[in-house]
C-alpha cells in the first residue's frame, strides 16, 4: 500500500518567519493529497489540498506544491503567527483510502 | 464540522471488556471511516464503510469490528479491550460531492484501557 513519510517531526520558527514541511508518497497512482491541522485536544482540519494534475495551489499564508516526478509535496506557511502553532498531517490517496504521515509539531515563537 | 458526531467523547474501561463506539453523521455520505491516532503514529484507518452494511478493512483492523445498519451510523467494536487500543479514535466522512477523497473529522473519542 501506500506509504507517507513526513519531515520534520518538529520545528520552531519565529512569528513571521516561513515554515516547510515536506512530505513523500511511494504509490504513483496517488492523485489527492491533503493537508490538515491539528490543535490541541481538537479534530483534524482540513486546511488546503492539492490534485495530481496541478503543481502548486495557494491560499492566503499557506501554499502547497508537488512534484509527481520526485513524489514529493510540501507544504509552506508564510509570515507565520502564533495561532498556527499546532501539529500538522500530510496524506496521500491510495485506492480507496487516504494515508497519512506522522506529524510536524510547528511551534511559533512570537 | 460536517456534521459529524463521536459518542462517548471519554471512556475509561477495563481489558477484557467489549466496548463499542458511535459515529454519527447527519449528511448522508456514503464513506464512513474509523481512525486511531497515536503519538508517533499519526492517523490509522482501522475499518471504512461503503455504504450500509459494506465495510472492509483497513491497516490496523486485526482486535477491532465495525457495524454500518443504517447510512447515519457506523460503530466500532472493540471485542476484547486491551492496553494497546488505548488511543483516540476519530471517525471521518467522505464528502460524497468530491470526486477526491475530502475526509472531514468528528471530534474524536478518548479511550482508555487499565
Known amino acids: 500500500g501506500e506509504n507517507v513519510e513526513q519531515h520534520p517531526s518538529t520545528l520552531s520558527v519565529q512569528e513571521g518567519d516561513s515554515a516547510v514541511i515536506k512530505c513523500t508518497y511511494s504509490d504513483s497512482a496517488s492523485n489527492y493529497f491533503p493537508w490538515y491541522k491539528q490543535e490541541l485536544g481538537k479534530r483534524p482540519q482540513l486546511i488546503i489540498d492539492i490534485r495530481s494534475n496541478v503543481g502548486e495551489k495557494k491560499d492566503q499564508r499557506i501554499a502547497v506544491t508537488l512534484n509527481k516526478t520526485a513524489k514529493h509535496f510540501s507544504l509552506h506557511i508564510t509570515e507565520t503567527q502564533p495561532e498556527d502553532s499546532a501539529v500538522y498531517f500530510c496524506a496521500a490517496t491510495g485506492a480507496n483510502n487516504l494515508f497519512f504521515g506522522t506529524g510536524t509539531r510547528l511551534t511559533v515563537i512570537p | 464540522d460536517a456534521g459529524i458526531t463521536q459518542s462517548p467523547r471519554h471512556k475509561v474501561t477495563e481489558t477484557g471488556t467489549p466496548v463499542t463506539l458511535r459515529c454519527h453523521q447527519t449528511e448522508n455520505h456514503r464513506y464512513m471511516y474509523w481512525y486511531r491516532q497515536d503519538p508517533g503514529h499519526g492517523l490509522r484507518l482501522i475499518h471504512y464503510?461503503?455504504?450500509?452494511?459494506?465495510?472492509d478493512k483497513g491497516e490496523v483492523s486485526d482486535g477491532y469490528s465495525v457495524s454500518r445498519s443504517k447510512t447515519e451510523d457506523f460503530l466500532l467494536t472493540l471485542e476484547s479491550a486491551t492496553s494497546s487500543q488505548t488511543s483516540v479514535y476519530f471517525c471521518?466522512?467522505?464528502?460524497?460531492?468530491?470526486?477526491?477523497?475530502?475526509?472531514?473529522f468528528g471530534p474524536g473519542t478518548r479511550l482508555t484501557v487499565l
Open positions: 471521518a466522512i467522505r464528502r460524497t460531492e468530491s470526486s477526491y477523497n475530502e475526509q472531514f
Open positions: 464503510s461503503y455504504g450500509v452494511k459494506d465495510t
